[in-house]
């Protein structure tokens, strides 16, 4: 078992990183490669182990701990990336944030749809489900490869994602009731699908019309 001290030293970046699991890693390392420094913790030792090893600076802590929060900078820091996997000890952060850091941005992932629900709740606006975008990267690839020009695949799925985005806003004060979700769910489905076919409608239209003369 991998023993580790906990982090000691007072932190000063901008960025903290709480969680460096497959999400925090990536938004970390964009950041990193931009030249933003980031103060990394996570409080899976094998996993602060593991990431050291590759060059890493992360540090070992309970990002729901008050007192670690402080060392890692957070009354410093302009952004907090909420990246842990479990869904209570991330809402405990958020409400740590809120009530000591009230400056600190949270930039939050959400792990499922009651999760993203949950940190809404908690007054947290920029939520982003974990899975969302590189579905959405799929769909696309499906998309081309039965034919749809990636012109017209980025077309369909930016507006999709823009649809969804618009209808998570919309269910969130009725998340809780099932039928009013289920009736909102299948009205969105129905707008969407009779807007998507128009817009088929209209790309068709155009190809003819740019199309050469025989």
């Known amino acids: 078992q991998v023993v580790l001290d906990e982090i000691s030293e007072l932190q000063d970046a901008p960025i903290l990183v709480a969680g460096f699991g497959r999400y925090g890693q990536i938004v970390s390392r964009v950041m990193l490669a931009e030249g933003i420094a980031c103060t990394i913790l996570d409080h899976d030792a094998e996993m602060v182990e593991a990431a050291r090893s590759f060059g890493y600076r992360v540090f070992y802590g309970d ?4 007192d670690l929060l402080r060392t890692a900078g957070a009354a410093s820091a302009r952004v907090l990336v909420l990246a842990v996997d479990d869904v209570e ?8 944030v809120h009530e ?7 930039v939050a992932r959400a792990r499922d749809v009651t999760h993203w629900n949950q940190l809404r709740d908690h007054r947290v606006m920029r939520v982003h489900r974990e899975l969302f975008e590189s579905s959405l990267c799929t769909a696309r690839s499906v998309l081309e490869l039965l034919g ?16 969804n985005l618009e209808l998570f806003e919309r ?25 998507m076919a128009q ?8 190809r003819r019309q740019e199309e050469p003369p025989a």
């Open 148 to 163: 749809h020009s990636a012109d017209d695949a980025l077309v369909t799925t930016t507006r999709f994602r823009a649809h």
């Open 100 to 106: 000591h850091f009230p400056r600190l941005e949270i």
């Open 171 to 195: 269910l969130h004060p009725h998340y809780q009731d099932r039928e009013r979700m289920i009736a909102v769910v299948k009205q969105g489905r129905q707008q969407l699908e009779e807007q």
């Open 89 to 96: 000890q991330s809402l405990k952060i958020v409400d740590l």
């Open 63 to 66: 990002a729901s701990r008050l």
């Open 199 to 206: 817009e088929r409608i209209e790309r068709a239209a155009r």
